[in-house]
C-alpha cells in the first residue's frame, strides 16, 4: 500500500488558534486534496474524535462506542493516500505522554512525520485557558487559578495547563527520535497582526500557498467577559458534575454561548495585576531561552512568546470574576433567562 510522503501532525496548543486553523482547513479540504494534500475525513472540523479514540478517553461509554474507530480509520486513509502530504489537527494531542505519542507517531508507517505546535504568549494564554476551562465544567476561581498556575503548583488544572503550554516541554515529548527540522514551532502573531497571518504561517509549513485557499473566517471560540465566565463557573459548582462532559460541551457552545454574546456584553477582560504579569514575563524569557537552544523549526518569531514588561506603576487591574457581587450575577442570570425563553427551540 502507497504511504504519504510526509504526515503532519498539529498538536496543539489550545487557545492558539486551532480552531480557526482546523475550520480553514476542513472549509478547503477538496482544494487540497486536488492539491495532493488529505485532511482526513474523520469527525467534524477537527481530529479530536480521534485523539480520543486513541487515547481511550471515552471507552465503556455509550458516547465513546460512536468513535471507537476514529483513529484506526484517520490512519488508514493517511496511509491510503496516494498524495505528498496528510494534515491531521487536533489540540488534545498536546496531552499525550511519552508511551502513547510514541504510538501514535509510529501509526504512520514510513511516512515522515512531522510535528506542527502553535504558540501564543502567555500574557494572552493564561486568562484565556482559565475561560476556556470553565467551558469545560472547572470550577475553580480565577484567583485560585491564577495563584496555582503561577506559582507551578501540582493541581490538576495547574498541572493540566503546564502539560499543554509549557512549550519547550511538549516539544521535547514529541520530537523525540525527530529530527529537528521535522519539529515546527509556528508563533501566534500579537494583537493587531492581519486576521489571516496565522494562516499563513501555518500553511508555510505544510506546504501550502496561504493564498490560494480562502481564509476568512468569522471569530471562533471567542472569550467570555468576566461576568459571564463567572456566571458559568458558578452554575459548573451547582449542577456541571450531572452532565456527561460531550452534552455539557454540546448545550454551552449551542445555547449559552450565543446567550452570553446576546446578554453580557460588558467588554471586560480578565486581569493581571503588575506582580503577576512580571511572573508571565520571566517564565516566558526562561522558556524561549530554552527554545532557541532546541533548534527547532520557527515559523514567526521567539520574540512574539514573550510579553511586554510592564514598565513604572502601571494601570491597576480592573475588577476579576472573583470581585463581582451576587446581585450583579442574578442580574446577569435573569438576562440570561430571558434570553432564552423568547427565542425559538
Known amino acids: ?26 472549509n478547503n479540504r477538496d482544494a487540497m486534496e486536488a492539491a495532493g494534500v488529505l ?29 471507537a474507530d476514529h483513529w484506526t480509520r484517520l490512519v488508514r486513509q493517511s496511509r491510503a493516500w496516494t498524495g505528498h502530504t496528510v494534515v491531521i489537527s487536533s489540540e488534545l494531542f498536546c496531552f499525550s505522554r511519552r508511551r502513547k ?9 514510513g511516512a515522515q512525520v512531522h510535528i506542527v505546535y502553535t504558540a501564543r504568549d502567555l500574557m494572552r494564554q493564561v486568562p484565556a485557558v482559565w ?35 509549557d512549550v519547550p516541554d511538549v516539544l521535547r515529548r514529541w520530537s523525540r527520535g525527530l529530527d529537528p527540522a521535522c519539529v515546527h514551532l509556528v508563533t501566534a502573531p500579537p494583537a493587531g497582526a492581519p486576521a489571516d497571518l496565522l494562516w499563513s504561517r501555518f500553511a508555510t509549513v505544510v506546504g501550502l500557498e496561504a493564498d490560494a485557499y480562502p481564509s476568512g473566517l468569522p471569530a471562533a471560540n471567542t472569550s467570555l467577559s468576566i461576568t459571564a465566565a463567572e456566571t ?5 459548582v451547582r449542577h456541571a458534575a450531572d452532565l456527561p462532559i460531550l452534552d455539557y460541551r454540546r448545550l454551552v457552545r449551542r445555547r ?24 508571565i514575563v520571566d517564565l516566558s524569557e526562561q522558556m524561549v531561552r530554552r527554545l532557541r537552544r532546541a533548534g527547532y523549526d520557527v515559523v514567526g518569531s521567539l520574540d512574539e512568546l514573550v510579553p511586554q514588561r510592564p514598565v513604572g506603576a502601571g494601570t491597576p487591574p480592573g475588577r476579576g470574576p472573583d470581585d463581582l457581587t451576587d446581585s450583579e450575577l442574578v442580574d446577569a442570570l435573569t438576562d440570561v433567562l430571558d434570553y432564552l425563553l423568547r427565542r425559538p427551540r
Do not use: C
Open 1 to 26: 500500500m502507497a504511504e504519504p510522503t510526509r504526515v503532519f501532525l498539529h498538536i496543539g496548543a489550545p487557545k492558539t488558534g486551532t480552531t480557526y486553523l482546523q475550520k480553514v482547513l476542513a
Open 39 to 67: 485532511y482526513p475525513r474523520v469527525g467534524r472540523e477537527a481530529h479530536h474524535s480521534a485523539v480520543w479514540s486513541v487515547r481511550g478517553t471515552f471507552a465503556n461509554t455509550d458516547k465513546g462506542a460512536t468513535f
Open 101 to 109: 505519542i510514541a504510538e501514535i507517531v509510529g501509526a504512520f508507517g
Open 131 to 165: 475561560q476556556e476551562q470553565v467551558k469545560n465544567r472547572e470550577v475553580m476561581t480565577y484567583r485560585d487559578y491564577l495563584a496555582d498556575v503561577l506559582g507551578r503548583r501540582r493541581s490538576p488544572l495547574a498541572t493540566m495547563f503546564w502539560n499543554s503550554q
Open 232 to 236: 458559568l463557573r458558578r452554575f459548573n
Open 256 to 279: 449559552l454561548d450565543p446567550a452570553f454574546a446576546a446578554t453580557l456584553q460588558d467588554g471586560s477582560r480578565l486581569p493581571l495585576t503588575r506582580a503577576q504579569r512580571d511572573t
